[in-house]
């Protein structure tokens, strides 16, 4: 395992009362040599594997009492604090749930404390991957443990550092990756005519959250493969295109709308509650039971949302990609990638900085099979595009662009909504 990065601590302590300006409070930090030895037990913890599985876990740290100040879920105290230790965060990482749950640390002067559990809720976790707008995080330092040599340490919502394989990979700035805004834009002008507005919302603010709400559908698909722990890739075609039978072979035909349907509806749904809500803030009198009524059903659209989204990510569990459209028409998913390398691609330009054009050219064969896979369909298919999802997590999108394949690997499809996250 790669030693501890001490720049991790310090680059935390030099971001903490920096990172959002305005009347924002930023919640306690503990002193530089705490974090250290915090961050330092952590690393360890899961680094080393228990019955051989590597422990998976999210620490909430905050200063001795007081903690339902700073933490919005049920905290469930020990009656008996225990030190911190490597040992102690194996036995109590299976107790915990790295979607929804947290061990509660705690500092003094001197020492630090196990001293309990937090349930978080689903609602932060959702939110994130682009299941859900409404979320609560604690306002604390919180530190997300998925795998070995990696964790994400956050400032409540704000993301303040990232360690990547034993390395500080980003500690400043919003993270926003363009992979999925021309896909987003063709499948909404594809169904467009489908959709009910608002007569009283601004258009700015209606087109906003739909363009939002359209790109975290994809992202939430790759997000819940990624989740899931069993890999896949997604295999997006232009709006209103058929699958080429020369270069994919789809084991499980369909053709199906309900991902679309479910999307529309919930669109619909969200337009006539926010016209409601305009019309009230404007005087309008009696409109509170039309607005409760309509808030259920949004509510309930919101949820066949998230299932349908879910349930298309499930698919990738059959061996072989999920083939969906633009316009979130799914083809079907057990699908083999039948295209050659193009005799022309030399290389692919391994993407560094999307925003500033950095690139590093590669050759495609450094890269594991199903990276291959998607770049040979490109090679062949550049108006396609791939987001590959390896199985211990990480996204990596595959694209063409003026005769060139471009490779992604590590973005972060966070909810469009929350790009500190």
Known sequence: MRA????????VCDRWYNLVGGEYIAPPCPPKRLLIELLETLYLAAGSPEEARYPQFNIVALPSGGFNEFVSGDVW????????????IHRLAPVSDIRKSAILVSWDSDQWRLVGLVDLGTSWGRARIGLGYRYEVP????????RPNRMRIYQGQYLVAVLAE?????????????????????GLKRIWHKIKYP?????????????TAFWNVFAGIANSISVNGHGGSLIILPAGARPSEKNLRIKYRQNSYFLRDRFIEYMNFRHAVVD??????????????SIALAEIRLSNAQEKLIESIRF????????????ISEDLRVFGFGCEIRSELHRNTDFVLDVKDELRDVFEKLDPQVFGLRHRSAIKLISRKPNYQVLVVSQDGPITAVWAKNDEIFVKKGINLVNLNMPWA
């Open 276 to 289: 409601l809500i305009v019309r009230q803030e404007l005087g309008e009198n009696g409109l509170e039971g």
């Open 4 to 11: 501890f990065p001490k720049d991790l601590a310090e680059t």
């Open 77 to 88: 105290l020990f009656e008996n604090p225990r030190p911190l230790s490597v040992s102690e």
């Open 312 to 323: 298309v990510a499930g698919l990738s569990g059959c061996d072989g990609a999920i083939v």
């Open 166 to 186: 034993g390395r500080l990979e980003r500690h400043e700035g919003f993270e926003l990756t363009l992979t999925l805004h021309k896909t987003a834009r063709n």
């Open 139 to 146: 306002s604390s330092l919180l530190v997300e443990v998925d």
């Open 199 to 211: 007569e009283h919302e601004e258009p700015r603010e209606f087109e906003s959250f739909q363009f």
